[in-house]
């Protein structure tokens, strides 16, 4: 399968299965979007020794393997039971009342509340145990918003650090929050133990405030903004995120995007809402050809601000065409339900936090070992080779199939695209193999 596209003024193919990529000219683009022996009607324009040259390159990487590659027969992934990562959802409520949240405003559509440390403890024990002889292991302290709960936070760490090295791990933590109660004493804390930090912010700030108050009603852009510059002062060259959503209120998303950056983040991550048809805020159908453009402008104004004092880096379009994730990877995507999971305040485990609350998907609880192996094996199923429709897709091997959670929320099974988020993926990755030949050619 060959890819063909326009981005960025200029024309690309992507060979598929090698993962080749060619940018290439007018011509070249016609040639391959049409079968080879029929070269007339468009094609009179152009002389014929160009379009016998052109098609003798093409023949040329046919038979070097790196254009219209055979589609390679993959072997299904196998079930293994061993766990790599998990989200813990310290806290099951939030000091925010965003419109769009996934998480019913931090409660999970049940009662409100906080992660004990014993529960913590015992998800602790359970990655150790369930992580075999795997060394690297990774925690990720979730809700809700993980500072209402920041005394457990900070000693499931510490207790972590107390017995990673006798049991032969070693355990990387990353924190989301929103900044709204965000402090120095955190803000130390996260610098010290946290890999990663993710920060919550819309963008502009009227496109902040209209979707993120706070529990009593009041905006909370100006207090978030200030939190999160602090934090960024001090953070150096570690890693940390902006990330940010943006919804049918704002498909111009590209001015938050920037406005961010403006403001001296230079990390930063948007992503689409995804909301039931019929939500306020749920991104249109009509809305998508403003979308992609959108992406596209951003593609140009993150090239422009390359090597000046706000060059930052856009989440989406960090694209590795030389290695890339392996082959397995590739099949599975995040791992949801099977090397990841994740555990709720009362020990519960699901397959991902989005999943948290769904007891039709709850695989068992830290407190009394429980695991029930039937979930993980059906996600560990839930791979592409299992999904017709996307075998049959260019970006296949860069969204892998896709998120398993929208696509059971939004077209009722998990083997069936969310169509609307296959039509951003794939721009967003056109955008990204189109910025890549620009900086190829500036540097």
Known sequence: ????????????????????????????????????????????????????????????LKKEGVLFTPETLHEPPVYNGIIKAMCLNISHDCNLRCEYCFADTGAYSGRRGNM???????????????????????????????????????????????????????????????????????????????????????????VHNSVRKTKGGKDSYDVI?????????????????????????NPDFCADVLALNDLGFDRISIEPVVLPEGHPLAI????????????????????????????????????????????????????????????SPDGSIFPCHQFDGKPEYKIGNVTDGSFDKTIPVLFAENNLTQKPECLKCFAKYYCSGGCAANSLNMCGDMK????????????????????????????
């Open 1 to 60: 399968m060959v890819h063909t596209f326009s981005c960025l003024g200029s024309r690309f193919a992507l060979d598929v299965e090698s993962g080749s990529v060619y940018e290439i000219d007018d011509l070249t683009y016609r040639l391959l979007d049409s079968p080879l022996d029929n070269t007339e009607g468009e094609f009179s324009r152009y002389p014929k020794s160009e379009i016998e040259e052109a098609k003798a390159e093409i023949e040329k």
């Open 416 to 443: 069936k695209p969310y169509k609307l988020a296959c039509e951003l993926m794939k721009k967003r990755l056109e955008c990204s193999i189109a910025i890549k030949a620009r900086e190829k050619n500036l540097f």
């Open 284 to 343: 249109k159908e009509e809305q998508l050809p403003l979308i992609k453009e959108q992406y596209e402008l951003l593609a140009e104004e993150y090239l422009k601000r390359l090597g000046t004092d706000k060059q930052f880096i856009f989440f989406h379009y960090m694209l590795d065409l030389d290695g890339g994730p392996c082959e397995k990877k590739r099949l599975v995507g995040c791992s949801a339900g099977n090397e990841y999971v994740a555990v």
């Open 116 to 206: 004990s440390l014993e529960v913590a403890k015992k998800a602790i024990d359970f990655l150790i145990e369930k992580s075999g002889t795997r060394r690297n292991l990774e925690i990720d302290f979730f809700g809700g918003e993980p500072t209402l709960n920041y005394d457990v936070v900070v000693k499931t760490v510490e207790y972590a650090r107390s017995i990673e090295k006798e049991r032969g791990k070693n355990i990387r933590f990353t924190i989301t929050t929103n900044a709204l109660w965000l402090n120095d004493e955190m803000i130390d804390f996260f610098n010290r133990e946290m890999y990663n930090v993710v920060l919550s912010i819309d963008g502009r700030k009227d």
């Open 225 to 249: 903004v200030a939190n999160a510059l602090k934090f960024r002062k001090t953070r150096g060259d570690k890693q940390y995120y902006v990330r940010g959503t943006f919804t049918s209120r």
